[in-house]
Structure formats: C-alpha cells, structure tokens
C-alpha cells in the first residue's frame, strides 16, 4: 500500500509537466504572433520569450524533481 502511494504521488508531481508543454507553447505562439504585428520589435521579443521559456521550464523541472524525490528518497 505504501508503493502504491508513493507512485500515485509521483504520478501526480509529473502532471506539472503537461502544464508546462502548454504554458511554453503559449510563450512562443506569442512570440510569433508579436514578431508578425511588428517586426521591428523582434529580437526584444525574442529576448523575453526565452525568459518566459526559461521561467516555464523551471516550473516543469521541479515538478520532476518532486516526482523523483517522491519515488527514490522516501
């Protein structure tokens, strides 16, 4: 009963990381979208893209890093 929890946990701690596929695809949906209404502003937008991308993978990976911890320490 205590294996099952720990995966039911884990599996739980990984769902993060369809949030995160959809938050990065909204980041650079964005991205495309900005850089086609005006393209002067591109490389400013690209720059805030890749931090959006960056903040957005922060969040994934410590979903799975939560999902690790939760099957291999306790």
């Known amino acids: 009963m205590y294996e099952g929890g720990k995966l039911i946990g884990a599996g739980a701690a990984t769902i993060s990381l369809a949030g995160a596929a959809v938050g990065i ?3 650079f949906s964005a991205l495309i979208l900005g850089a086609s209404r005006n393209p002067g502003l591109a490389k400013k937008l690209f720059g ?3 931090f959006g991308f960056a903040l ?5 990976l410590f979903g799975l890093m939560m999902g ?4 291999f320490v306790f």
């Open 25 to 27: 695809g909204h980041v």
């Open 68 to 71: 690790f911890i939760i099957l």
């Open 48 to 50: 805030y893209a890749i």
């Open 56 to 60: 957005t993978e922060a969040v994934a």
